[in-house]
């Protein structure tokens, strides 16, 4: 990566290799870090060789196989902008992640006694993007849209998605139920997938997966850097005045990363219950917990000491 820029400018930005403490404060992080990635790509091996999935599963097992990825590929990201002290910009990743764990815990939520509300609520959510991908196209496919002069080959690949689309709603129970009771909504077009199974709002959803401690502590402030409402707060207050501070600065840095391992954890759990691990996995995964804990509060720690 050029980055020339650190050298030219370098009361802007901090180079975590001119401070060794720092450098291995930040290295112990991602080695934690990696410990929650290859847990999750054990539960994705598990989940992409698991046998005996019914059909009607079979949606169902795709969806929660793609949650893990993603939350693989978050942890990833917040790896990559921890190893250059860029801790501020994980945030925005760390936001998103909130969201795919309380977006998983909510579809996994079940009576233990039925199972059909957890699939209903992935069909749910499996069918949302498609509907969103339908609305956008059909608003884009009137006058001046940016689809409204498409091609006669162009048009005919529509229709045949389209088609495709609707035989997938009539051939499972579970999407056919999301179909009907997208309909009653007021505006199905402009409806979230989890509209169609009771929820409003994303808040709501957090207090019914006993999240909610975390919107006005959490989801709300790191709206701000989401949303650029949180420029002047990269300020130090000196003896002299107002400064502000660097750019890769791993400062306050302990708070993001206590947050990913917790929110880590949080998904494993879900994810052991999910796949229905016998009592031996579940002691091994417990003990795992309680050494990676220990790891943790050190890293947090050394992190809480970097002053830069």
């Known amino acids: 990566m050029n980055d020339d820029y650190m050298n030219i400018f370098t009361d802007m930005f901090f180079d975590i290799n001119t401070n060794d403490n720092v450098k291995n404060t930040l290295a112990q992080a991602s080695e934690l870090f990696s410990t929650l990635i290859y847990k999750l790509g054990e539960v994705s091996n598990e989940l992409n060789y698991s046998v005996g999935v019914s059909n009607d599963d079979t949606y169902l097992h795709l969806v929660i196989t793609l949650f893990v990825r993603k939350l693989m590929e978050q942890i990833d990201a917040i790896n990559i902008l921890y190893s250059y002290g860029s801790v501020t910009e994980a945030e925005l990743v760390l936001r998103s992640m909130l969201e795919t764990i309380v977006t998983l815990k909510f579809i996994l939520l079940k009576d233990e006694t039925n199972r059909d509300e957890t699939r209903f609520r992935a069909a749910a959510y499996f069918l949302g993007h ?3 991908e339908m609305a956008i196209a059909e608003k884009q496919m009137q006058p001046g849209g940016i689809m409204s002069k498409m091609t006669a080959t162009d048009q005919q690949k529509w229709n045949r998605k389209k088609t495709a689309i609707n035989n997938m709603v009539q051939s499972n129970s579970f999407f056919k139920r999301v179909d009907d009771e997208r ?4 505006k ?4 979230a997938w989890y509209e169609v199974v009771g929820v409003h709002n994303f808040k709501e959803m957090m207090k019914v997966v006993g999240m909610d401690k975390y919107y006005e502590g959490l989801y709300g402030p790191l709206s701000l850097e989401t949303h650029a409402l949180n420029v002047t707060m990269a300020m130090k207050v000196k003896d002299d005045g107002f400064y502000p501070d660097r750019i890769r600065s791993p400062h306050n840095g302990e708070n993001t990363f206590s947050l990913t391992c917790t929110f880590a954890s949080i998904a494993l759990q879900e994810l ?3 796949l229905g691990d016998e009592d031996e996995e579940r002691l091994e995964f417990a003990k795992f917990y309680k050494e990676f804990i220990v790891k943790r509060d050190m890293v ?8 830069h």
């Open 188 to 191: 199905p077009g402009k409806s």
């Open 130 to 132: 498609h509907y969103q």
């Open 183 to 186: 309909k009653k909504l007021k």
């Open 272 to 274: 052991y219950k999910y």
């Open 300 to 307: 947090e720690t050394n992190l809480r000491k970097i002053v």
